[in-house]
């Protein structure tokens, strides 16, 4: 089959699109950053991020000046639209006008005091101000055209558009940015936006300038439809792992400065490292990503054992790549063993976490270019 | 090796207290915490018991795990015998000081040597001996009911509190009823004395989950040892118009598992008929290859009628789960070499080994052990497209498009009667002298009349062969279960969450009905969904509450024994 090549091309010039509108999310996050409404008060950072949902849902309602039965943590730790999210509760959660008596008779100071659901999560990005806004916006936007440019690159080349190293970083960029989005928006964690969509504008722009190859058809090796199961869960994996690095490495700046505070050594409030979320949060954030990887490398790892035995006659061979998605899984699963284990979790944990990372990035790049095996169909050259 | 979280301690103190049923902290119990124990004691019994509690300690499975990984490493970067021998022939040459040493540590074979084998089998021992206590302790607590609720339900992380018009025992019951209603396993005070309460438990299966890929994990291994036991591998070069039966003698090379012997291979036979090759022939990527077909003829068992087949990469024949896979290609020159008295003393196709794929520049030899009156042997270059640069020939396309072969001939002694086993792509040239300075180069017809009265050989054609791999191996489908096990397993335990709820009731200040606290706890929450879960319980028993006060003043309790459903 043949190549189209106008497919092709609008592929690519949607690619150079993308990396513009993604560039104008990094500067619209970095504004956030910059000028944004402050969170939090810097006093007690982590703490105050990881109690700060709960303190806003607990806020209580219900009799004037009354104080909430578990409202413990004060609401000045609470985020911005504490005050909504408590009001939502009331009608939602309640029930409120069904108990007039309850409410009434019982008296004493008591009152009703029910943990909130949150706000929904577009909401809370619309309350988050218009940095935040312009900067989802154009992140939208951007996996858009970089949607686009994916399908039309695999519909030029009749097949799953991950065939090639640079067609798997394309790939791989746009899963980060999909993953990375629904990650900040469930969890809230604008002040990241600035480096994870700032490491996928880094990367697209090196597949874009280092590695381009043009679109063409594949070897007969790759001409399976094993290609798009195997392929596909790498690339997610990747793409879900991609986003845990950079949080780990969050995770470090934040901590040792969370430490530094503790020692007495750095201010507290100090510069940008009060905008992003603190440790604890980071370390919840990094840990439920690579949960979310894992299982995907696992099936990725499985699925492509499958394949080779179809096209190579052996499920596993200890080929370069199968070793080294192999080292992989098991800094990954020692990772998610080090979070249990006393004496690990914390910063030791986390550079495992980066450790696993560093593994995977250095298969890519390092052993399917440039260590002869069974896999090396990069096509860089 | 234990759980992703350590197992639960629960003491009996921290049960009823109320602060941390669940041991929040998720710390290693102190039984199995490795590092913290006390040193060992001096009889023998006790070093045992101390050696095993620091092998399935998790830190020791940490550490299993890193050097899993790190002992992978080499065999990555350095050649391996299992998968390319003649890389590691080459490394022996480049690096005649180094190599017997990594040699010496199994390094160019390392997921067969023995350290390989200590640390993954120490790290399936670890895991085994924090597993099947585990399994054990499951079992028990699907026995036991969930713990008391504790006395201050506000301490917990989830908490909230709602009043209530019913007394307190009647409170309790409907928040049980709306528990159960979610299968929460329920318990319910024995007697009134330590006042109204429920406790609630739900996700078991998270345990269950996690146990399920631990064992499957161990499972892939057995598999893998069973495919080493019982399976085989054989490598076979076929050319164009030959063929073969399934046998021993018949490979190029077989690799049998332990407890395989050649009466177990199955009897079938097959025939190359043709292969075709077909390679891009413009763009970045020209001469790539884009499609192979070997078209073949098959027995499944011999009288059978035989059965044809298009075997291609990705595209194997399964005779009986004996696979057959095509694994390489290549080409074979015909040659024909006659004496001077017009004798025929070689006629044959030659497989020739492709030096470059991306040219399919092949290299072989020839060799005439009947020639007179001294044998022949010849070094040859298979040029598939070629182009002349300068004084050498050199290929510019991989398909056969202008064949020619360029041969360097010799006449003596082969050396194939002095009893070492010789290769049959390598020529030994210490008894023989070079019949020509310079090699000579020949395309499909011609002849090349050998200097010396040693006859002349003629470069009839050209043939293609195919290199196939057959393998059988009963593990694999084992594996592949105990793999798919192993991801379910891995999925339970990350997304079903193990939490407990608790609700009290105690009777409001004003006399009249209760205040009821409802408080929970999730001991693992990967996936943060528990928040959202316990504010939509808690919404749920309120309305209940409400709604029960509704039709009947006095609702009659409802069963107040312990249940542990």
């Known amino acids: 089959m043949t190549v189209n090549l106008g497919l092709a091309q609008v592929s690519s010039d949607f690619l150079i699109a993308t990396l513009m509108i993604y560039s104008l999310a990094v500067l619209a996050f970095a504004g956030d950053f910059a000028f944004g409404r402050p969170r939090r008060a810097a006093?007690?950072?982590?703490?105050?991020?990881?109690?700060?949902?709960?303190?806003?849902?607990?806020?209580?309602?219900?009799?004037?000046?009354?104080?909430?039965?578990?409202?413990?943590?004060?609401?000045?730790?609470?985020?911005?639209?504490?005050?909504?999210?408590?009001?939502?509760?009331?009608?939602?959660?309640?029930?409120?006008?069904?108990?007039?008596?309850?409410?009434?008779?019982?008296?004493?100071?008591?009152?009703?005091?029910?943990?909130?659901?949150?706000?929904?999560?577009?909401?809370?990005?619309?309350?988050?101000?218009?940095?935040?806004?312009?900067?989802?916006?154009?992140?939208?936007?951007?996996?858009?055209?970089?949607?686009?440019?994916?399908?039309?690159?695999?519909?030029?080349?009749?097949?799953a558009p991950w065939g090639n190293m640079y067609e798997f970083v394309t790939a791989l960029t746009c899963v980060a940015a999909m993953f990375f989005l629904y990650v900040m928006i469930r969890y809230r964690a604008w002040a990241l936006g600035v480096?994870?969509?700032?490491?996928?504008?880094?990367?697209?722009?090196?597949?874009?300038?280092?590695?381009?190859?043009?679109?063409?058809?594949?070897?007969?090796?790759?001409?399976?439809?094993?290609?798009?199961?195997?392929?596909?869960?790498?690339?997610?994996?990747?793409?879900?792992?991609?986003?845990?690095?950079?949080?780990?490495?969050?995770?470090?700046?934040?901590?040792?400065?969370?430490?530094?505070?503790?020692?007495?050594?750095?201010?507290?409030?100090?510069?940008?490292?009060?905008?992003?979320?603190?440790?604890?949060?980071?370390?919840?954030?990094?840990?439920?990503?690579?949960?979310?990887?894992?299982?995907?490398?696992?099936?990725?790892?499985?699925?492509?054992?499958?394949?080779?035995?179809?096209?190579?006659?052996?499920?596993?061979?200890?080929?370069?790549?199968?070793?080294?998605?192999?080292?992989?899984?098991?800094?990954?699963?020692?990772?998610?063993?080090?979070?249990?284990?006393?004496?690990?979790?914390?910063?030791?944990?986390?550079?495992i976490n980066l450790l696993g990372f560093t593994s995977l990035t250095f298969n890519m790049i390092v052993v399917q270019v440039f260590i002869t095996g069974m896999h090396s169909y990069a096509g860089v050259s | 090796m234990t759980d992703v979280h350590a197992p639960q301690s629960q003491s009996p103190s921290a049960e009823t207290d109320g602060t941390d049923p669940f041991?929040?902290?998720?710390?290693?119990?102190?039984?199995?915490?490795?590092?913290?124990?006390?040193?060992?004691?001096?009889?023998?019994?006790?070093?045992?018991?101390?050696?095993?509690?620091?092998?399935?300690?998790?830190?020791?499975?940490?550490?299993?795990?890193?050097?899993?990984?790190?002992?992978?490493v080499p065999g990555s970067v350095l050649p391996q015998q299992g998968s390319d021998p003649a890389a590691v022939q080459q490394y022996f040459t480049a690096h005649p000081a180094l190599a017997p040493w990594l040699n010496h540590f199994g390094l160019?074979?390392?997921?067969?040597?023995?350290?390989?084998?200590?640390?993954?089998?120490?790290?399936?021992?670890?895991?085994?001996?924090?597993?099947?206590?585990?399994?054990?302790?499951?079992?028990?607590?699907?026995?036991?009911?969930?713990?008391?609720?504790?006395?201050?339900?506000?301490?917990?992380?989830?908490?909230?509190?709602?009043?209530?018009t019913l007394p307190p025992e009647a409170a309790v019951a409907v928040a049980a009823s709306v528990l159960g209603g979610h299968r929460f396993r329920l318990r319910r005070p024995a007697d009134s004395d330590s006042g109204h309460w429920v406790s609630a438990e739900k996700g078991y299966l998270r345990e269950v989950g996690n146990l399920l890929f631990h064992l499957a994990l161990l499972g892939v291994l057995v598999s893998i040892a069973l495919g080493g036991l019982f399976g085989f591998k054989a490598d076979k070069l076929l050319v164009e118009g030959t063929g073969f039966r399934d046998t021993r003698a018949a490979f190029d090379e077989f690799h049998p598992g332990r407890l395989v012997s050649g009466a177990d291979l199955a009897p079938f036979s097959i025939t190359l008929n043709s292969f075709s090759a077909s390679y891009l022939e413009?763009?970045?990527?020209?001469?790539?290859?884009?499609?192979?077909?070997?078209?073949?003829?098959?027995?499944?068992?011999?009288?059978?009628?035989?059965?044809?087949?298009?075997?291609?990469?990705?595209?194997?024949?399964?005779?009986?789960?004996?696979?057959?896979?095509?694994?390489?290609?290549?080409?074979?020159?015909?040659?024909?070499?006659?004496?001077?008295?017009?004798?025929?003393?070689?006629?044959?196709?030659?497989?020739?080994?492709?030096?470059?794929?991306?040219?399919?520049?092949?290299?072989?030899?020839?060799?005439?052990?009947?020639?007179?009156?001294?044998?022949?042997?010849?070094?040859?270059?298979?040029?598939?497209?070629?182009?002349?640069?300068?004084?050498?020939?050199?290929?510019?396309?991989?398909?056969?498009?202008?064949?020619?072969?360029?041969?360097?001939?010799?006449?003596?002694?082969?050396?194939?009667?002095?009893?070492?086993?010789?290769?049959?792509y390598q020529l030994d040239t210490t008894a023989m002298r070079q019949l020509t300075a310079a090699p000579h180069a020949l395309l499909p017809g011609q002849t090349w009349t050998l200097p010396g009265g040693n006859g002349k050989i003629t470069f009839v054609g050209y043939k293609q062969w195919v290199s196939l791999a057959i393998t059988y191996d009963p593990g694999q489908l084992p594996a592949l279960i105990c793999g798919m096990l192993a991801l379910g397993g891995l999925l339970l335990s990350f997304l079903i969450r193990r939490r407990r709820v608790f609700v009290r009731a105690v009777p409001a200040d004003s006399g009249l009905g209760s205040v009821v606290t409802i408080g929970g706890l999730a001991r693992t929450d990967a996936s943060g969904g528990f928040e959202d879960e316990f504010a939509s319980l808690s919404a749920e028993l309120a309305a209940a509450d409400a709604a029960a006060v509704a039709p009947a003043q006095e609702p009659e309790p409802t069963n107040q024994s312990e249940t542990g459903a």
């Open chain 1, 43 to 159: 006093a007690g950072a982590a703490a105050a991020i990881a109690n700060g949902k709960r303190a806003a849902e607990l806020a209580t309602v219900g009799a004037a000046g009354a104080v909430g039965t578990a409202g413990a943590a004060g609401p000045g730790a609470a985020g911005p639209g504490a005050a909504d999210s408590g009001a939502a509760s009331v009608d939602g959660a309640s029930g409120g006008p069904s108990v007039p008596d309850a409410a009434a008779t019982p008296g004493g100071g008591r009152a009703v005091a029910l943990p909130a659901r949150q706000v929904p999560a577009l909401a809370a990005a619309w309350q988050a101000g218009p940095w935040v806004r312009i900067a989802l916006t154009f992140s939208v936007v951007g996996i858009l055209a970089h949607l686009v440019a994916v399908v039309t690159r695999g519909f030029a080349v009749h097949r």
């Open chain 1, 195 to 351: 480096f994870v969509m700032g490491a996928v504008v880094a990367a697209l722009g090196l597949a874009e300038t280092v590695i381009y190859t043009a679109a063409g058809p594949l070897v007969p090796a790759l001409q399976s439809y094993w290609l798009s199961i195997h392929v596909t869960a790498m690339t997610l994996a990747t793409g879900i792992f991609f986003v845990a690095a950079v949080l780990g490495i969050l995770y470090l700046v934040a901590e040792r400065y969370r430490a530094r505070v503790a020692a007495g050594k750095a201010q507290p409030g100090n510069g940008l490292l009060v905008r992003i979320p603190g440790s604890a949060q980071l370390d919840k954030l990094t840990y439920r990503t690579v949960i979310f990887g894992f299982p995907i490398w696992t099936f990725g790892v499985i699925a492509g054992a499958i394949w080779a035995d179809q096209a190579w006659g052996r499920y596993w061979g200890w080929d370069p790549v199968e070793t080294w998605a192999f080292i992989t899984w098991v800094l990954y699963a020692a990772y998610l063993h080090a979070r249990a284990t006393a004496g690990w979790r914390g910063r030791a944990a986390h550079y």
């Open chain 2, 23 to 72: 041991g929040i902290n998720e710390t290693e119990p102190a039984g199995t915490g490795g590092g913290v124990t006390a040193g060992p004691p001096a009889s023998g019994v006790g070093w045992l018991r101390w050696l095993w509690r620091q092998l399935t300690s998790m830190r020791t499975a940490l550490v299993l795990l890193f050097l899993l990984a790190l002992g992978s």
């Open chain 2, 108 to 164: 160019f074979n390392v997921f067969a040597a023995p350290w390989f084998a200590a640390i993954y089998l120490l790290l399936f021992t670890s895991l085994v001996g924090c597993v099947v206590p585990r399994t054990f302790r499951l079992a028990g607590s699907a026995r036991t009911p969930p713990p008391r609720a504790p006395r201050n339900l506000e301490r917990l992380p989830h908490s909230g509190s709602y009043p209530s």
């Open chain 2, 282 to 424: 413009s763009g970045q990527s020209r001469g790539q290859p884009a499609a192979f077909h070997a078209r073949i003829t098959y027995t499944a068992t011999p009288g059978d009628a035989p059965h044809s087949f298009d075997l291609q990469v990705n595209h194997p024949l399964d005779v009986d789960s004996t696979k057959v896979y095509l694994i390489g290609h290549g080409y074979a020159p015909v040659f024909k070499v006659t004496t001077a008295t017009g004798q025929v003393v070689y006629d044959q196709a030659t497989p020739f080994i492709p030096a470059n794929t991306g040219t399919f520049m092949s290299d072989g030899v020839v060799k005439v052990p009947d020639a007179a009156p001294a044998q022949l042997g010849f070094m040859g270059v298979f040029v598939p497209t070629a182009v002349r640069v300068g004084d050498t020939l050199e290929s510019a396309f991989p398909a056969p498009d202008n064949p020619a072969v360029s041969l360097i001939g010799y006449a003596g002694d082969l050396g194939m009667n002095s009893g070492v086993p010789q290769s049959v």
